[in-house]
């Protein structure tokens, strides 16, 4: 079982930045792929950004590709999402997830692929 618990969210203005972080219990963390997913009102929670278990491979959505990355940090079983020139756009509640898959030799991007999610994190960018 692993628990993920989300922070660093909050208010920030157009262009800024904001790291978000995921903190994972349990010792699987670092042999699961990790993924950030967003979910804005009455839209459908998409796909952000994932790596895999080794970070050795990433994987990022093309409305956030030379923005936002992905580090992990196995030592401290977290992942983070740091976000620079934020758009109104990337206003969502961020939820981070983990593979269901240990060790998955590709980069999990779909929803079904993760069978841990956190709690979520808001983000909202004024313009």
């Known amino acids: 079982q692993v628990q993920l618990v989300e922070s660093g969210g909050g208010l920030v203005q157009a262009g800024g930045s904001l790291r978000l972080s995921c903190a994972a219990s349990?010792?699987?963390?670092?042999?699961?792929?990790m993924g950030w997913f967003r979910q804005a009102p009455g839209k459908e929670r998409e796909f952000v950004a994932a790596i895999n278990w080794s970070g050795g491979s990433l994987s990022y959505a093309d409305s956030v590709k030379g923005r936002f990355t992905i580090p992990r940090d196995n030592a401290k079983n977290t992942v983070y999402l740091q976000t620079n020139s934020l758009k109104p756009e990337d206003a969502a509640v961020y939820y981070c997830?983990?593979?269901?898959?240990?060790?998955?030799?590709?980069?999990?991007?779909?929803?079904?692929?993760?069978?841990?999610w956190g709690q979520g994190t808001q983000v909202t960018v004024s313009s």
């Open positions: 997830a983990a593979d269901r898959t240990w060790r998955r030799s590709v980069v999990a991007t779909t929803l079904r692929e993760y069978a841990y």
């Open positions: 349990g010792r699987t963390f670092s042999s699961l792929a």
